[in-house]
């Protein structure tokens, strides 16, 4: 049976804790619903084959290529974004040490880097050089090379282990 390709259907999505309904056509990309229809532009549009990490989010904490995953694909998951990171005005500590380490220079991958390295984080708090490495693998960066990125995400560490260490010397 052929599909109407013309036909919108009804989604809902939890984007940044806030649920949402959409009415988009089945072939759109979690991406061009993130940036037209909610328009959070810090999602970068890229490659467009899933190859470069400019626009990864994360959908139930894992990071995903929003270019080549549907949007549909999508619903009854929890996608944050980048700009779901900052709270109440405070930047995301990641952010900051993007900021502290120059960790980019012309920021188009930045988001994707930040959120790469959040998943990352977020199931292991303690990586190793090697391990930060590798979890960005799948991030293209063409303008300053790794190592500024590498001691943005190992400076995080650093102050996760030394608030775990303030807290229980108190």
Do not use: W
């Not at 890229?46 to 694909?73: D, F, Q, R, W, Y």
């Not at 990641?94 to 188009?108: D, P, R, S, T, V």
């Not at 959040?118 to 190793?128: F, G, I, Q």
């Not at 960066?141 to 650093?158: E, L, W």
């Amino acid at each position: 049976m052929r599909e109407h390709r013309g036909v919108k259907r009804r989604v809902l999505l939890m984007v940044n804790g806030e649920k949402h309904e959409v009415f988009i056509k089945p072939n759109c990309t979690l991406l061009e619903v993130l940036r037209k229809e909610f328009k959070l532009t810090g999602t970068k549009k890229a490659c467009g084959i899933g190859a470069c990490g400019a626009c990864t989010v994360l959908v139930n904490g894992k990071p995903v290529n929003s270019c080549i995953t549907l949007a549909v694909e999508a619903e009854g998951y929890e996608i944050l974004t980048i700009e779901g990171l900052t709270k109440e005005g405070t930047l995301h500590p990641l952010q900051k040490a993007f900021i502290e380490h120059h960790a980019f220079q012309c920021g188009f991958c930045t988001p994707g880097m930040i959120m790469t390295a959040k998943a990352l984080l977020d199931r292991n708090p303690e990586p190793t050089e090697d391990e930060i490495k590798s979890a960005i693998s799948g991030n293209l960066c063409r303008c300053t090379g790794y190592m500024n990125i590498i001691k943005a995400i190992s400076s995080t560490v650093d102050e996760t282990i030394r608030g775990k260490t303030n807290k229980t010397d108190e």
